[in-house]
């Protein structure tokens, strides 16, 4: 039995291995004929590889699809009461299935946008004179004079009527010296040269007159009006070739004036405002001449002969007197010493600098003002404002526009009939006298020591009253106060804003401007006794340009602005005579600079000058705004920058004499003062200090634009890396419309709010339709009043530093004239809301808006922080930035108008909060915003904190911050908590974080690392 047995088992065994080297054989077989098959290559395409997370997502997502598609079907579908212990269990499922696989939706991207064309390209087409029912000729003189454009337009069509024109051949003069200058010349074809003498004699081209430019001197037009009219002394203009001109005599403006007197005191005053902005501006400010601008020959009144005192010699004739504000060598006057007769130190000798009392000098006594008085015009409010209500207006004579809206009116201190003697600082003291002083007073010091003061005051006022041709003396009574003032005595600083007229009776007053980029003062003349002083300020409205300083014991007559300007409204012919003695001042050098230097306007869209055109001439902005824009060799064109009012355009291009390197289009109604390049050719000769200036200004506007070089526009092409997030595209706004995304925007807090807060910063004015149809009547906004309030809108920006627009909830011809009139719009939106886009900014979106556009979202003060912004952009097209406010609580209460205007009222009370996200706002749109950098280098990172205390106790907000490393982390802490107690104690808790999650302080935070460990650690610490 064995046997069989063995053998039966043999047998298996060796039928088991045959099999087994059978299958091996065959698999050996397979491989060799699989290896030797030659690979045919992939077709070329995507191959795709997945991560094992990501595979576990797809099917998790798949998984997902199909439990939410059972669950809507079951909560769809008329489930029974069986049925719902089913569903609930579905439910659990999913969420169960959420917590475990962690989906979470993915953020969205910031979509990189182009600025739009409008903003980038200038319109081709030039102004189309055949669009208008005017005549060709009519529209040069009204484009081209830009005095004509501020006269209503019956007067306009009235002066008109007395245009002739002159054809002129080649070499033939227009004018030369020693011939009237009673005319306006505007070129309608060819080219004329203004000529100056030079220094060796020959004339030299100062300016080339082409096509639509004019020829005139507002100066000379004044001495006609004034009825001091003068030959032309050195300046010629002859026609280089053929030419066809428009002139306009100036005698027309006496004929219309007598037709329409009260438009005489709003001509002259614009007059006074160009010569200040546009000339000053232009060969101060820029060119840093100061007392080659005034003349020192003049003649005044002899009004109270005394002998003894020395003769009236000017100190500046011929030389420079440089006052130093080092107070090291000041004199001081010994307390109870009388004063010396004679008054302070005399100048030197011609060229000598002296060193005398610093215009700065604590101790120097400064005379009292008292603020301008509101002229009543309350009956105006109601209709259109005449030309004199204007005038008062450019005066600043009348009550602010937010002041009568907002009710926040503080009334000015009421003037006593009779002024105390008052004791001032070191001694001096300063004696005011009225007609209803009593008869005892008497002079306290000066010649006339013990005499009456009331036959003083008398005498004066009858000398004043020739002086200012004045018909009716008592028009003088209460308005007229008797100033005496002891050496040393400052009467009013540069830069004041409150000015009045003075009328020097007996001793001088010094005359002295600050040097620009220098803490030195120098003398520009000085006003003898029968002149008048300060009344260029008080016609223009503008801050006054220099120093009044009695440098000896003077005696001086005081008219407020606010009194003047009710002598004005009596009697208008009043302005000629303040006027020509403006002009009678100016230096003969003004006088040429005036034909020179060109007042022009540019309308929005066209072009200044483009790219490769020839650089003969220098701008400088006086209101509206520029965009410069840069054409690559591919043809892609750049934001290169924007130019607001004073800012100089094309500098560098006159100087050295290269094409221009951009286009400058204007991005809407701009006004410019336009300096030759013969003109500077010409200052730079006569005075070659004048090349020391040009070289500051070169240098600067060099530097400029190497620490330009990323531009200032996010995501605009000129190498900003798309996450950049800047958000002050522009400074130097003038004005800015606020749009509301929603209805719900509370837009009447929010502005002001904002005006509140820009209070801190200078005068703010805010304007919607209903303060306009309240200030300039019903029909304000109609087509026909278009020009009228265009002019108005334009005095206003003049006359505060930032012009604030509501629009309406609608796209109304107020909303449109808003986003015309803007800078910058903003667009309000509420953060906490859904990311949405607004009807109005629907029709904004399809319009070509030059403005550059910012987005402003509103959060409450104890709400969560802002959550998607990418959403709110995305939908959007180009913004240039993008802020976050936290609001107070009051700006979302629900307050009646009479509520709010109460409340708001006790808001202005008090001074805006410089740390608050308003106040903020209100630094990036004047261009004064702080920014905050933060190195890295590990833990030695956590001493910012401590830099960021001090700022905190010193009082200095913060606006933007950023930083390297571990700098960007404390950055990103501090701009969430806005505290640097809170910012350190996060910090703590961060880096107690790190040495428990992984040991090591040390982590690098800020290195970019994968996995859902790094990623989970860095969410702790940043939420």
Known sequence: MEAPLQTGVVLGVMIGAGVAVLVTAVLILLLVRRLRVPKTPAPDGPRYRFRKRDKVLFYGRKIMRKVSQSTSSLVDASVSTASRPRMKKKLKMLNIAKKILRIQKEAPTLQRKEPPPAVLEADLTEGDLANSHLPSEVLYMLKNVRVLGHFEKPLFLELCRHMVFQRLGQGDYVFRPGQPDASIYVVQDGLLELCLPGPDGKECVVKEVVPGDSVNSLLSILDVITGHQHPQRTVSARAARDSTVLRLPVEAFSAVFTKYPESLVRVVQIIMVRLQRVTFLALHNYLGLTNELFSHEIQPLRLFPSPGLPARTSPVRGSKRVISTSAADEPRETPGRPPDPTGAPLPGPPGELVKPTSLEAPSAPLLSRCISMPVDISGLQGGPRSDFDMAYERGRISMSLQEETSGVIQAAPARTPTQELREQPAGACEYSYCED???????????????????????????????????????????????????????????????????????????????????????????????????????????????????????????????????????????????????????????????????????????????????????????????????????????????????????????????????????????????????????????????????????????????????????????????????????????????????????????????????????????????????????????????????????????????????????????????????????????????????????????????????????????????????????????????????????????????????????????????????????????????????????????????????????????????????????????????????????????????????????????????????????????
Not at 741 to 748: D, I, S
Not at 879 to 901: D, E, I, Q, W
Not at 978 to 995: D, G, I, P
């Open 437 to 1023: 002083e009593s008869a005892t007073g008497r002079c306290p010091f000066g010649p006339y020591q013990g005499r009456q003061t009331s036959s003083i005051f008398e005498a004066a006022k009858q000398e004043l009253a020739k002086l200012m041709r004045i018909e009716d003396p008592a028009l003088l009574n209460s308005r007229v106060l008797l100033h005496h003032a002891k050496a040393g005595t400052i009467i009013a600083r540069q830069g004041d804003q409150d000015v009045s007229l003075h009328f020097v009776l007996w001793g001088c007053l010094h005359v002295y401007q600050r040097m620009i980029n220098k803490a030195e003062d120098v003398c520009l003349f000085v006003a003898q006794p029968g002149e008048l002083v300060g009344q260029l300020a008080v016609l223009t409205g503008e801050p006054l340009i220099f120093t009044l300083r009695a440098q000896r014991d003077c005696t001086f007559l005081r008219i407020s602005k606010s009194d003047f300007y009710e002598i004005m409204r009596a009697q208008p012919s009043v302005v000629l005579s303040a006027a020509h003695t403006v002009a009678a001042r100016m230096s003969p050098f003004v006088r040429q600079m005036d034909f020179a230097i060109d007042w022009t306007a540019v309308e929005a869209g066209r072009a200044l000058y483009r790219q490769g055109d020839r650089s003969d001439c220098t701008y400088i902005v006086l209101n509206g705004r520029l965009r410069s824009v840069i054409q690559r060799g591919s043809g892609k064109k750049e934001l290169v920058g924007e130019y607001g009012r004073g800012d100089l355009i094309g500098v560098v291009e006159a100087l050295t004499r290269q094409p221009r390197a951009t286009t400058v289009h204007a991005v809407r109604d701009t006004e410019l003062a336009k300096l030759p390049e013969g003109t500077l050719g010409h200052i730079k000769r006569r005075y070659p200090q004048v090349v020391t200036r040009l070289i500051h200004l070169l240098s600067q506007k060099i530097l400029g634009n190497l620490q330009q070089l990323q531009g200032p526009f996010p995501g605009s092409g000129l190498g900003v890396p798309p996450h950049s997030e800047l958000t002050n595209p522009a400074s130097n706004l003038a004005t800015v419309a606020v749009l509301p995304v929603c209805a719900e925007v509370p837009m009447v807090a929010f502005m002001l709010e904002l005006q509140h807060a820009l209070q801190a910063i200078g005068p703010t004015l805010l304007l919607n339709s209903d303060i306009i149809r309240a200030r300039l009547g019903a029909s304000a906004l109609d087509s026909i009043q278009e020009f009228r309030l265009s002019g108005w809108l334009a005095q206003q920006e003049d006359t505060h530093r930032i012009v604030l627009y509501q629009t309406d909830t609608s796209l109304t011809p107020w909303t449109v004239r808003c986003l015309r009139q803007a800078d910058c719009i903003l667009i309000v939106g509420l953060g906490d809301q859904e990311p949405t886009l607004g009807q109005l900014e629907q029709m904004l979106e399809n319009t070509a808006v030059r403005a550059l556009k910012q987005l402003v979202l509103l959060h409450r003060e104890e709400g969560p922080g802002p959550t998607r912004t990418v959403e709110w952009l995305n939908m959007r097209s180009w913004c240039s930035g993008h802020l976050h406010l936290r609001c107070p609580r009051r700006l979302f209460s629900r307050r009646s108008p009479a509520k709010l205007h109460e409340l708001y009222e006790k808001v202005f009370s008090r001074r805006a909060d410089r740390h608050s996200d308003f106040s903020r706002l209100a630094r990036v749109l004047t261009g004064n915003t702080i920014a905050l950098v933060l190195g890295g280098g590990g833990a030695r990172g956590c001493s910012h904190i401590g830099v960021l205390k001090a700022l905190e106790e010193a009082g200095v907000p913060v606006d933007l911050v950023g930083g390297t490393s571990i700098g960007s982390f404390i950055g990103a802490l501090y701009a969430e908590e806005r505290s640097a107690s809170r910012t350190k104690q996060r910090a703590r808790e961060w880096a107690k974080v790190c040495v428990v999650e992984r040991g090591s302080p040390t982590l690098g935070a800020s290195c970019p690392r994968g996995g859902g460990g790094a990623s989970g650690l860095l969410l702790t610490l940043l939420t």
